[in-house]
């Protein structure tokens, strides 16, 4: 029993301690509530009056992020480059399977090849060979011609002199028909040789050659088609599709996110409160968690027309969903280590005084006009 009691007593004296002791152990973990992050060191102080106005931004390339797919379905056969890789405009970055796009173009190709010989032989006429062997034709059947003349008058001749019978005349003036009408044909086959076609045979023959040629040249623009190109000089951000996965026009299907890194901008979201206030060339400057209390200027290169919902989230407590903005670019000066999809604050210096109440700048950012 003894034993039980001193246990209790232990306990309790445990307890009476540790609760004693509660708030000091406490204060010990919690943050200093005088003390100031680097960031929030970074921002001017505002208050009602102050010129400054702020919002959340993204960072984003000048050139902005291009989502790029291809113009086909098809399945992926190459991607040609990886992530971090330096690009060109123009360059190649992924191929689809093109087989069978191949094989249509060559198809197209011949048959176009075979159109515009037909087309050229009509233009050209037969050749010298030719020529030569239908003049020698013409030259031989007059020679036949003039023989059965002769040998026609001859008979006739000999008829009116009653030496022969009236069937041997009439024989050779059949032969000399024959022999006439052998070398009239003979003559046309040489003007045929000799002379170009007929201007109908021609105006088909090409509309053929044309129409086969442009079907060519669809062939060859949908192979262009399972190449994917860089619109822009830059570098690979994301790749999305990776070689024997299926793209398809009825749905998204980015394969790649491309920029150009060169130069950087915000993407800001003004409270439409302050949508008035913000004029293009204002100074302005970003802080982010990631650079301490560093600033980074820039100016107010373009305010948008539209006032619309916030899509830039900033994951705190205070944030509101519902709340209207307007969209403010602002190009930043050369910095090092910038990284595109950073979010932070944005603060704009602008000419407004003390048109503004208190509570118009997002919770998680203060300001004064101290710069």
């Given at each position: 029993?003894?034993?039980?009691?001193?246990?209790?007593?232990?306990?309790?004296?445990?307890?009476?301690?540790?609760?004693?002791q509660?708030?000091?152990w406490?204060?010990?973990?919690?943050?200093?509530?005088t003390?100031?992050?680097p960031?929030?060191?970074?921002?001017?102080?505002?208050?009602?009056h102050?010129?400054?106005?702020?919002?959340f931004g993204?960072?984003e390339?000048?050139?902005e992020?291009r989502?790029?797919a291809?113009?086909i379905?098809?399945?992926?056969?190459?991607?040609h480059?990886?992530e971090?890789?330096?690009?060109?405009?123009?360059?190649?970055?992924?191929?689809l399977?093109n087989?069978?796009y191949q094989?249509r173009?060559?198809?197209?190709?011949?048959?176009?090849?075979a159109?515009?010989?037909?087309?050229d032989k009509?233009?050209?006429?037969?050749?010298?060979?030719?020529k030569?062997?239908?003049?020698?034709?013409?030259?031989?059947?007059r020679s036949?011609?003039?023989?059965?003349?002769?040998?026609m008058k001859?008979?006739?001749?000999?008829l009116?002199k009653?030496?022969?019978?009236?069937?041997d005349?009439d024989r050779?003036?059949?032969e000399?028909h024959?022999?006439?009408?052998?070398?009239e044909e003979?003559?046309?086959?040489?003007?045929?040789?000799?002379?170009?076609?007929r201007?109908e045979?021609?105006?088909m023959s090409?509309?053929?050659y044309?129409?086969?040629?442009?079907?060519?040249?669809?062939?060859?623009?949908?192979l262009?088609?399972?190449?994917?190109?860089s619109p822009?000089d830059?570098?690979?951000?994301?790749?999305?599709r990776?070689s024997?996965?299926n793209v398809?026009?009825?749905?998204?299907?980015?394969v790649?996110?491309?920029a150009?890194?060169?130069?950087?901008q915000?993407?800001?979201e003004?409270?439409?409160r302050?949508?008035?206030?913000?004029?293009?060339?204002?100074?302005?400057f970003?802080?982010?968690?990631?650079?301490?209390?560093?600033?980074?200027?820039?100016?107010?290169?373009?305010?948008?027309a539209?006032?619309g919902?916030?899509?830039?989230?900033?994951d705190?407590?205070?944030?509101?969903?519902?709340?209207k903005v307007?969209?403010?670019?602002?190009?930043?000066?050369?910095?090092?280590n910038?990284?595109t999809?950073?979010t932070?604050?944005?603060?704009i210096?602008?000419?407004?005084?003390?048109s503004?109440?208190?509570?118009q700048?997002?919770?998680?950012?203060?300001?004064?006009e101290?710069?």
């Amino acid at each position: 029993m003894k034993i039980v009691v001193a246990i209790i007593c232990l306990a309790l004296a445990a307890a009476i301690f540790i609760h004693s002791q509660r708030p000091r152990w406490l204060a010990d973990h919690l943050p200093d509530i005088t003390a100031q992050t680097p960031p929030f060191e970074a921002m001017p102080p505002l208050d009602e009056h102050s010129s400054w106005i702020a919002g959340f931004g993204r960072v984003e390339p000048v050139s902005e992020e291009r989502r790029l797919a291809f113009d086909i379905n098809g399945i992926i056969g190459t991607i040609h480059v990886e992530e971090g890789d330096r690009i060109n405009a123009g360059q190649v970055l992924a191929t689809l399977d093109n087989n069978e796009y191949q094989a249509r173009l060559e198809a197209a190709e011949a048959e176009a090849a075979a159109v515009k010989a037909q087309y050229d032989k009509l233009v050209t006429g037969a050749r010298k060979e030719e020529k030569s062997e239908a003049w020698a034709v013409v030259q031989r059947l007059r020679s036949v011609m003039d023989n059965a003349r002769i040998e026609m008058k001859r008979r006739q001749q000999l008829l009116a002199k009653h030496l022969i019978a009236r069937e041997d005349v009439d024989r050779a003036t059949v032969e000399f028909h024959v022999a006439q009408k052998e070398y009239e044909e003979a003559v046309q086959r040489h003007l045929i040789t000799k002379n170009l076609s007929r201007k109908e045979d021609i105006a088909m023959s090409w509309a053929k050659y044309d129409a086969a040629r442009k079907l060519a040249q669809e062939a060859k623009f949908l192979l262009d088609k399972t190449n994917l190109k860089s619109p822009v000089d830059g570098e690979v951000l994301r790749i999305h599709r990776r070689s024997g996965e299926n793209v398809s026009i009825f749905f998204e299907c980015p394969v790649l996110t491309v920029a150009d890194v060169g130069s950087f901008q915000i993407r800001a979201e003004i409270d439409e409160r302050y949508a008035a206030s913000v004029k293009e060339g204002q100074k302005a400057f970003f802080t982010s968690e990631t650079y301490g209390n560093q600033r980074i200027t820039g100016s107010v290169k373009r305010v948008g027309a539209l006032v619309g919902p916030k899509t830039i989230d900033m994951d705190t407590p205070q944030d509101k969903s519902d709340t209207k903005v307007i969209e403010v670019l602002i190009r930043l000066q050369p910095h090092d280590n910038l990284f595109t999809g950073l979010t932070g604050d944005v603060f704009i210096h602008t000419d407004r005084r003390a048109s503004t109440v208190k509570g118009q700048v997002p919770q998680h950012s203060t300001l004064d006009e101290t710069q």
